[in-house]
């Protein structure tokens, strides 16, 4: 039963949520499905340790000969009726999506009063709504939809009722002009967030992530040219001017009007802004090597953490960490990324918080070349996530390699050991589990090959092999090997 859909979606209640469905599903089909029900008082029981299938056919059927077929029939049907309560779950947490189907039902039945109260209640909130990011723009736009279907439907004209808030410039446009608008600003916000996570996508590359946002941003104020003073486009033209490398463009001046308490119609979108803007620096370091970038992620780390944007469940999520530690690295700026080492350690999650300081310690000293440190740092340690164990492992052979690297027999076996643990990992993609296994049987070869012959040729094999994890790091040690050699 473990391996069915139906106890993958059970398993993922919680026990308040299992009495709920309990109630639920004997309200929903009120003493019809018999063996629905049954199985799922059985479950219930159970939870949360999954049964087996054979008990679970005894307590259904007992006595009778198990059907596979039937107990997969029985489970599908349950799991349907699950599916649905899960999806009513989410539904009355989303407040928006009630009101706007309650508008849409109150029109169909035609209670016009009923509508117009409704519609007047939302466009109060609306009104006294200081955080107007994609969110809010969405609720105004599938207001006004609502508005515009309902005067079709019923031939009745609504009053306008513009929003009262002073300094919301379109109280006094037409409820085809606010409608558009509405719907270009939460399509813009949309974008962003989109352009924060698919920023390496080649078509975004090509065609340039700054000139698609300044020209969707471009669009709206010719189209709407009453809103050009809103706070979150202003901020939004400031990220396309950093993005290009425009002069006027100031990162720290933009985190300093994110900040203001002025802007707090964009206050959500801050980690769209903070994505994005770390994704291009990112990108730019990665293809540029221009170190002078680094100075720029750093400030905005330094933003994230302190106002605890990135946080999740009040901890710095590792990815971050591990990021700003290797970048300080990459660029040789070894002081700051010592400081960081040591002053973030207490932000990660307690449960990661050893296997990734001690991990990010070690990749510090395997840059400053410091062998016997990453040797006494490592040894005798495991590591609880399979890429840190196999990073970890290889760290060790490095630096073993660097320490003693005559030793041609020891370093074979814990290669072989490592390939051989490489190989059981079924947690890998194919695509990471070949690069490491490409990686460390040609290490194995570098490790035994002495002849200039033999290294050139082995040159050429980690050249054309693909895919390869850190290839350049094989290719160095070839070559310095090559040189040993007089040749």
């Known amino acids: 039963m473990q391996q069915r859909k139906i106890w993958q979606l059970f398993s993922a209640l919680s026990e308040?949520?299992?009495?709920?469905?309990?109630?639920?599903?004997?309200?929903?089909?009120?003493?019809?499905?018999?063996?629905?029900?049954?199985?799922?008082?059985?479950?219930?029981?159970?939870?949360?340790?999954?049964?087996?299938?054979?008990?679970?056919?005894?307590?259904?059927?007992?006595?009778?000969?198990?059907?596979?077929?039937?107990l997969r029939k029985l489970c599908g049907d349950l799991t349907y009726q699950l599916e649905e309560f899960l999806a009513l779950c989410a539904f009355r947490l989303d407040r928006q999506t009630r009101e706007h189907l309650l508008l849409q039902e109150l029109s169909r039945r035609n209670r016009p009063d009923l509508f117009i109260k409704m519609l007047r209640k939302i466009e109060k909130e609306l009104s006294g709504t200081n955080n107007r990011n994609g969110r809010y723009y969405r609720r105004l736009y599938e207001v006004e939809s609502e508005k515009i279907r309902f005067e079709f439907a019923h031939r009745k004209q609504?009053?306008?009722?513009?929003?009262?808030?002073?300094?919301?410039?379109?109280?006094?446009?037409?409820?085809?002009?606010?409608?558009?608008?509405?719907?270009?600003?939460w399509w813009l916000h949309e974008k962003l967030s989109l352009m924060a996570t698919n920023l390496n996508n080649r078509q975004w590359q090509e065609a340039g992530p700054e000139n698609i946002l300044m020209q969707e941003i471009m669009d709206i104020i010719d189209n709407h040219p009453v809103f050009h003073n809103q706070n979150w486009l202003v901020i939004y033209q400031e990220v396309c001017r950093i993005i290009s490398g425009?002069?006027?463009?100031?990162?720290?001046?933009?985190i300093q009007v994110l900040r203001n308490e002025n802007a707090k119609e964009v206050h959500e979108d801050?980690?769209?802004?903070?994505?994005?803007?770390?994704?291009?620096?990112?990108?730019?370091?990665?293809?540029?090597?221009?170190?002078?970038?680094?100075?720029?992620?750093?400030?905005?780390?330094?933003?994230?953490i302190e106002d605890r944007l990135i946080f999740s469940d009040q901890f710095l999520p590792s990815v971050h960490y591990k990021n700003i530690v290797t970048i300080c690295l990459r660029t040789?700026?070894?002081?700051?990324?010592?400081?960081?080492?040591?002053?973030?350690?207490?932000?990660?999650?307690?449960?990661?918080?050893?296997?990734?300081y001690t991990l990010r310690l070690a990749q510090y000293f395997v840059h400053q070349k410091k062998h016997t440190e990453v040797i006494r740092t490592l040894s005798n340690r495991r590591f609880n996530h399979t890429t840190d164990e196999i990073n970890a492992r290889s760290f060790l052979l490095e630096a073993h390699y660097e320490v003693n690297r005559l030793d041609t027999e020891w370093l074979i076996s814990q290669t072989e050991n490592l390939i051989r643990y490489i190989r059981k990992q079924d947690g890998l993609g194919n695509n990471a589990r070949q690069a490491y296994l490409s990686r460390f049987r040609l290490f194995r070869r570098l490790i035994s090959a002495f002849t200039v012959e033999e290294l050139h040729l082995l040159a050429q094999v980690v050249k054309r092999a693909d895919p390869i994890d850190r290839p350049q790091w094989l290719l160095e040690k070839i070559a310095e090997k090559i040189q040993q050699s007089g040749a």
């Open 332 to 356: 040789e700026d070894y002081e700051r990324a010592w400081e960081y080492l040591h002053n973030l350690r207490h932000l990660l999650p307690p449960e990661e918080q050893e296997d990734v």
């Open 158 to 185: 609504i009053d306008r009722h513009p929003l009262n808030i002073a300094e919301f410039p379109g109280k006094d446009l037409s409820a085809l002009h606010l409608h558009n608008y509405a719907f270009d600003s």
């Open 16 to 70: 308040e949520e299992v009495v709920q469905f309990d109630h639920w599903l004997d309200a929903e089909l009120f003493g019809k499905q018999e063996f629905v029900r049954k199985l799922k008082d059985f479950l219930v029981s159970k939870y949360p340790f999954p049964p087996d299938d054979m008990d679970t056919w005894n307590y259904l059927y007992h006595g009778k000969s198990y059907d596979d077929a039937r």
């Open 270 to 304: 801050q980690l769209s802004v903070f994505s994005l803007l770390l994704n291009h620096f990112i990108r730019r370091l990665n293809t540029t090597g221009d170190a002078s970038v680094a100075k720029e992620i750093y400030t905005l780390y330094e933003w994230g």
């Open 246 to 254: 425009d002069i006027k463009g100031n990162l720290s001046r933009l």
